[in-house]
């Protein structure tokens, strides 16, 4: 989450040209309809990435979270499955797999398997991703840094008023921040003693909850104040906060927030890991401030947005292409929020840059209740040597803009990514 530096690459597209071919070729030779001949999957790096090969030389890549190196078996898990079905009618082999996914982590697998899809079904077309996805609505797609910050010297709200300055003043010219506060970072709970009535508890994804004391919720308001002094409104600030606020101090929290004007409070009462929406809690804490309430980045599939949208529960929705079910489910749900009066702002963060791409494809086709979606990085550093496609520099001014190559339009340099495979996933490739 500390990299500081980033860059972009420009190249040759050979495969992806050939395979925008094939359609014509097709046509042209009578070939049967492409089939699904494998699915692999290699922890590259940090992320688990998978490629779906076909009979016709095409290939499909997808990727989840950088957090998820044990997903591998779970992705396998597909592969009988999917195995003979055309590629490119991607709603018939979603319709194979897709209840045999969850809430994250377990609806990963399922996701990466659709974006891998529409990389094949663009390539097949001659057409970038976002075409298929009902065309583009704008050329540039807005993201916001949730993780690209220099290490935090201390936990104090100078600490904090210094980082979000390093943040303001990135090259990228980010246009919204987020920071982690309260619950979310347990680093800041720990900062001065007793600041919730309860024992501080180890372990992965937010095991603390409680009720706060106040001098622990005055310190998290006194580091979000310090932040929005450096920040002014110039640049956006939102706040990831939970889950394991209890309703007081988070109507207490967000109607401090309300003179500040913060982009959006995330996951304060539940989220994250948390398998359930919680709809009825969050509808409450809506009703009781103007701060902008924000969840959703661990619901898989569009059913489970459905009380958080017609109950009006949220004000912005944050679901993962890699989590939610692909790129295709999210667009339905930001349609479906749209017409509920609610935004999205996609969740991202370790989506790595395969995932980078289907967020730009996505983001290009979502609604006009579209904020920003979080920009994902390529970790370690190394990934930017071993992909193609990208732009150069990725970022300019807050934005990244939309290219238009078939597919995602991002591939691997394989000689290079050859290289940083385990030795079971030599064949990766091949
Ligand atoms: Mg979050």
Redesign the pocket.
């Known amino acids: 989450m500390t990299t500081w530096t980033r860059r972009g690459f420009l190249g040759s597209l050979s495969a992806t040209a050939a395979a925008a071919s094939l359609a014509a070729q097709q046509k042209r030779t009578g070939q049967p309809k492409l089939k699904i001949t494998d699915l692999r999957c290699a922890i590259i790096g940090r992320n688990p990435v998978i490629r779906i090969v076909t009979d016709q030389g095409v290939s499909g890549y997808g990727q989840a979270e950088s957090t998820k190196a044990y997903l591998k078996p779970m992705v396998l898990f597909y592969k009988d499955y999917i195995l003979g079905e055309d590629p490119t009618d991607v709603e018939r082999v979603m319709l194979k797999i897709r209840r045999l996914g969850a809430f994250k982590p377990w609806g990963s697998a399922v996701s990466a398997i659709e974006i891998a899809l529409w990389d094949i079904a663009g390539q097949v077309a001659g057409v970038p991703v976002y075409k298929l996805l009902g065309g583009k609505i704008r050329d540039r797609v807005r993201i916001y840094n949730?993780g690209f910050r220099p290490p935090l010297t201390g936990q104090m709200p100078q600490d904090y008023a210094e980082n979000v300055q390093k943040m303001k003043e990135a090259k990228e010219g980010f246009t919204l921040i987020?920071m982690a506060v309260g619950f979310?970072n347990p680093a800041m709970m720990g900062a001065i003693p007793d600041m919730w009535y309860d024992e501080p508890r180890k372990g992965a994804s937010h095991p603390n909850r409680g009720l706060m004391t106040e001098r622990g919720l005055k310190h998290v308001i006194a580091c979000v104040e310090a932040m929005k002094k450096v920040l002014g409104d110039e640049v956006g600030l939102a706040l990831?906060c939970g889950p394991g606020w209890v309703m007081k101090d988070a109507v207490t929290f967000a109607r401090a927030c309300e003179p500040m004007h913060i982009t959006w409070i995330?996951?304060i009462l539940t989220?994250?890991y948390t398998p359930y929406p919680n709809a009825e809690l969050f509808r409450d804490l809506k009703q009781a401030t103007s701060a902008p309430i924000h969840t959703g980045?661990q619901i898989y599939l569009r059913q489970n947005f459905k009380d958080l949208i017609e109950k009006q529960a949220v004000d912005v929705v944050?679901p993962d292409p890699e989590d939610v079910g692909g790129i295709a489910e999210l667009k339905w749900i930001a349609e479906y929020a749209d017409i509920h009066g609610i935004l999205v702002a996609p969740?991202g963060i370790f989506d790595g840059l395969i995932g980078l791409a289907a967020h730009v494809h996505m983001a290009a086709a979502l609604p006009q209740n579209y904020i920003a979606f979080e920009y994902p990085f390529g970790q370690p550093e190394w990934w930017y040597d071993i992909v193609e496609g990208l732009p150069n520099p990725i970022v300019k001014k807050g934005f990244i803009d939309v290219w238009d190559r078939p597919g995602l339009g991002v591939t691997f340099k394989v000689s290079a990514a050859k290289s940083h495979l385990a030795e079971e996933d030599r064949q990766f490739f091949d």
């Open positions: 949730g987020k979310h990831d995330e996951d989220g994250d980045e944050g969740h």
